[in-house]
């Protein structure tokens, strides 16, 4: 690719390097950085006593910047039910827009190998696993130069294929047990209630059943139960404190009831002190999660990075939970 200053009457097929204001029949026109020049722009830019214009030229085997970003486009999103679309294509740049409401997946080593083959094209996303909102751009594909080579095209495209995809948040039965005592007021359980209805409205989520329960082993048992016969998806707890020892009253509850604690903590704050949880009934798994005392505030929090993906019917491994703290600090 040639880029420089070169005779206007020569630039034809260039690609005009910046943005330029000109005068016709005494209107002020603005020619757009990226415009191709053609024998209009040409005469245009004579008429206005431009001799020398500054523009790129590309080479034979060199494909222009909005061709490039726009098939990387399509490539880089999931063929199979993305839920995302591919806004217009302007000045080498392409957004991502998803269709949904839902949770961003990608894996970040592969955007990170698409990134890594060449400088000329740069792709940039939202966080994985983010929450994303119907009409969010949640990635953006970007040429630096005006040119890419066309081998260099197909090595992105290559390592591109099924990058993004928005998953959908299912429609969850989902159960709010509370534990109680004498010292824990009927407006911090209403509350709690409140918020968390607002944390799942968010999430499509608009029907929760309420339960509570004294903050012991046998009553919190008898909750869990009826959840479990009550076809329970996920089952959130809030005790009257925060779970802070694997021997503490709820994880013994669910352990009494044969279910199995996955993890306590997370290296994200706030939301630290949750705990994650599972119990198999014939042949589905019925999540517990014991929420931390900050999820009785609105603020996002470590456990809403579970709850989405458990809303999106992810599994989530230890590792997962332990690659959270990478921006875990909120």
């Avoid at 000109?22 to 002020?28: A, H, L």
């Avoid at 999430?203 to 339960?211: L, P, Y």
């Avoid at 479990?228 to 707890?237: L, P």
């Avoid at 290296?267 to 019925?286: D, F, H, Q, T």
């Amino acid at each position: 690719m040639f880029f420089g200053e070169v005779n206007t009457k020569l630039s034809l097929n260039g690609i005009l390097s910046s943005s330029i204001k000109v005068t016709k029949n005494k209107n002020i026109i603005k020619i757009s950085k990226g415009t191709i020049i053609d024998s209009n722009v040409v005469d245009l830019l004579l008429m206005n006593n431009i001799e020398k214009i500054t523009c790129a030229i590309l080479d034979e085997d060199e494909v222009d910047e909005n061709t490039a970003v726009y098939e990387i486009s399509k490539k880089i999103i999931n063929s199979e039910n993305s839920y995302i679309k591919i806004q217009d294509t302007k000045r080498g740049r392409c957004n991502l827009i998803s269709n949904i409401d839902g949770l961003l997946s990608f894996l970040p080593d592969q955007l990170f190998t698409i990134n890594s083959i060449t400088n000329d094209i740069g792709v940039s996303s939202l966080k994985a696993f983010s929450r994303v909102k119907k009409n969010q751009i949640v990635a953006s594909i970007k040429a630096i130069p005006f040119g890419i080579k066309e081998k260099k095209l197909q090595n992105i495209i290559n390592a591109a294929k099924n990058c993004f995809k928005i998953l959908p948040f299912q429609k969850k039965n989902i159960h709010l047990i509370q534990t109680t005592n004498q010292n824990v007021s009927t407006k911090i359980l209403e509350k709690t209630v409140e918020v968390t209805k607002d944390r799942l409205s968010s999430c499509g989520i608009n029907e929760i059943i309420e339960k509570k329960c004294f903050h012991e082993i046998k009553s919190i048992c008898l909750q869990l139960n009826k959840s479990i016969n009550e076809n329970a998806d996920i089952i959130m707890i809030f005790g009257i404190s925060a779970i802070c020892d694997i021997n503490d009253v709820i994880p013994r509850a669910i352990k009494e009831i044969h279910g199995e604690i996955l993890r306590l903590g997370m290296p994200v704050e706030p939301g630290n002190l949750m705990l994650l949880a599972e119990i198999k009934i014939s042949r589905k798994n019925i999540s517990i999660i014991g929420m931390p005392a900050c999820a009785r505030s609105k603020k996002e929090n470590g456990v809403d990075w579970v709850l989405w993906r458990k809303l999106c019917d992810l599994k989530i491994s230890s590792d997962d939970i332990n690659h959270m703290g990478n921006g875990g600090l909120l």
